[in-house]
C-alpha cells in the first residue's frame, strides 16, 4: 500500500536538551547493559563487577540509572556461596518497542517488536527487492507507521532496524553495487533507503545486509559461539560471518559473497553477475526452481505438477516444502544442490573453524533434513579435528527479524548513540538521531 511520506510523520514535540551526561559516564552504562543482555536469566551486582573496568560504587550508580530508566530490573536472588543469595539483575526485553523491516527478493515484512527480540504483530506484502525501490518503501512506511500507531499502549519505538538481500555500505547504510540488476530487475543502488525511511518514519534507522542480520540473529542466541557462518538459501546464496562475537562485514561490505565463486564443474551457466561457472548457478532457489520446472522433474513429481498446475510456476519455497513432505524429486534436488555446498563449506569450515553453520532463508521450510545432509557431506570432506566442535543447524524463519531488531537496538544502546539521546530519558523524537549521517558512530 502506498504512502505518501508526509502524511505519516509522527508529531515532533520540541525538546530541551538537559545537561549532557560524561561520555565516560555514558560509555559504563553502556557496558553494563551489554553485559546485562548476555544474560537473559540475570547476573549478579558482584558479577558485573567483575566483568566491567569499573569499581563497586560506579557499578552501583550506572545499575541504578539502568534500572530508573526501566532498562534493567530484578530478577530475584541467585545461588547463595555461604552467606546471604545474592540480589540479581536482568536487562527488560519489554523496555521499549523496535521497529523491524525484512525486504527480501520477492516479499516483504514489517514488524512491531519488543526490544528484546520478540515479535509483537507483523505484516507481509507481496514486493521485494525485485520490485520498483520506491513502490517497495513507500509500502513499508504505510505498515510501519500503522503497526506503531496501532500499539500505543505499548513504549514508543526507539528505532528501526532494515535488512535487505544486497550488499551495504554499514558506514552510512548506503546500498552498494549490486551483483545484477539485469532480466528486467530494477536497481537499488544509490537508493536512499536509510534517509527515506528516517525522515518519514521520524526515527533513527539501521540498514545492513540481510546475511548480516540472519548472522547477528544467531549470534545473540543463547549459547551460541562466538565464530559461527549462517549460509542463507533462497532465491539467492549468500553468508554472514561472525567473529569473536561480531559480524564481519569486510572491507569493501562484500564480505560472504560466496555465491559468485566459481566451479569447474559448473559448466557454462551463466551467473547474474554476468559471469558463468558461479556457485549460484548450481546452488540458489532460482537455479532449483530451474531443476523443478524441467520437463523431466513434472512428469516424475504429482507434487511438482499440483503447484504448476495451480499457480504456472514453482517457487523456491514450493521445492523446500516439497522436501519436508518426503516428495522424491524435490527431495533428489534439494539434496544434489546442497551436496556441492557442502564442498564449499568444507573449505570454509577449514579455513575458519566455526562452532556453527547455521543454514537459513527459504531453505527453513525443508525441515531438518537439510542440515543432517550437509552435516554428512561436510564431515566427509573435512578433517575430524575441523569437524569435532561443529555444529550444524537450521536456521528459524523470524531469522531476519530478529537480526534487523537486534542491530538496532545494539546501535541505539551503543555509546556513541546514548549519548545523544540520553539527556532526553529515551530516544523518542530526539532530531539529532534521525539525520546523523553515519550509522557506524
Known amino acids: 500500500m502506498a504512502t505518501n511520506d508526509t502524511s505519516v510523520q509522527a508529531p515532533r514535540t520540541a525538546r530541551r536538551a538537559p545537561r549532557t551526561p560524561s561520555f565516560v559516564h555514558v560509555t559504563q552504562l553502556s557496558d553494563l547493559i551489554a553485559v546485562a543482555r548476555q544474560f537473559p536469566q540475570g547476573i549478579a551486582r558482584a558479577d558485573l563487577v567483575e566483568s566491567l573496568s569499573m569499581g563497586r560504587n560506579a557499578v552501583d550508580r550506572r545499575l541504578r540509572t539502568a534500572v530508573e530508566m526501566g532498562l534493567l530490573e530484578p530478577a530475584g536472588r541467585g545461588v547463595s556461596t555461604g552467606g546471604r543469595a545474592p540480589e540479581m539483575w536482568r536487562f527488560n526485553p519489554d523496555a521499549a518497542t523496535i521497529l523491524a523491516l525484512s525486504i527480501s527478493y520477492r516479499e516483504s515484512t514489517a514488524a512491531l517488536m519488543s526490544i528484546g527480540g520478540e515479535v509483537i504483530e507483523r505484516v507481509t506484502w507481496d514486493q521485494g527487492i525485485i520490485d520498483d525501490p520506491q513502490s517497495t518503501i513507500s509500502s513499508a512506511i504505510g505498515h510501519l507507521s500503522a503497526l506503531r500507531s496501532s500499539h500505543t499502549d505499548l513504549p514508543a519505538p526507539w528505532a528501526l532496524g532494515v535488512c535487505l538481500p544486497t550488499p551495504v555500505d554499514f558506514r552510512d547504510g548506503t546500498l552498494t553495487v549490486p551483483v545484477a540488476a539485469t532480466n528486467g530487475i530494477p536497481s537499488w543502488t544509490g537508493y536512499p533507503v536509510r534517509t527515506r525511511l528516517a525522515q518519514a518514519l521520524d526515527i533513527s534507522v539501521w540498514v545492513d545486509d540481510e546475511v548480516n542480520a540472519l548472522a547477528l540473529a544467531a549470534a545473540s542466541r543463547v549459547g551460541a559461539p562466538k565464530d559461527l557462518l549462517y549460509i542463507r538459501l533462497s532465491l539467492g546464496l549468500g553468508m554472514g560471518i561472525v567473529s569473536s562475537g561480531q559480524v564481519h562485514r569486510g572491507a569493501g561490505a562484500a564480505s560472504g559473497e560466496i ?150 537496538a545494539d546501535w541505539i544502546l551503543h555509546p556513541h548513540v546514548m549519548h545523544m539521546w540520553l539527556p532526553f530519558g529515551s530516544p523518542v523524537g530526539v532530531e539529532q538521531l534521525t539525520t546523523h549521517k553515519r550509522q557506524d558512530a
Not at 303 to 314: D, F, G, K, T, V
Not at 375 to 383: E, H, N, P, Q
Open 259 to 408: 555465491s559468485h565463486i566459481q566451479m569447474a564443474s559448473a559448466g557454462g551457466h551463466l551467473c547474474r553477475c554476468g559471469r558463468r561457472g558461479c556457485l549460484e548457478t548450481m546452488v540458489s532457489g532460482g537455479a532449483i526452481e530451474t531443476q523443478a520446472a524441467s520437463r523431466q522433474a513434472l512428469h516424475s513429481s504429482p507434487y511438482l505438477r499440483e503447484i504448476m498446475s495451480e499457480h504456472n510456476a514453482i517457487r523456491d519455497t514450493d521445492v523446500f516444502r516439497g522436501v519436508a513432505a518426503a516428495d522424491r524429486v524435490c527431495t533428489r534436488i534439494v539434496t544434489e544442490a546442497v551436496d556441492k555446498l557442502a564442498v564449499v563449506l568444507a573449505i570454509l569450515a577449514t579455513t575458519y573453524n566455526p562452532g556453527e553453520v547455521v543454514l537459513g532463508g527459504s531453505v527453513v521450510a525443508a525441515g531438518n533434513y537439510v542440515s543432517t545432509i550437509v552435516g554428512s557431506a561436510v564431515r566427509r570432506r573435512a578433517l575430524p579435528v575441523t569437524c569435532e566442535r561443529l555444529r550444524i543447524r537450521m536456521g528459524h524463519a523470524d531469522d531476519a527479524l530478529v537480526g534487523a531488531c537486534r542491530l538496532a
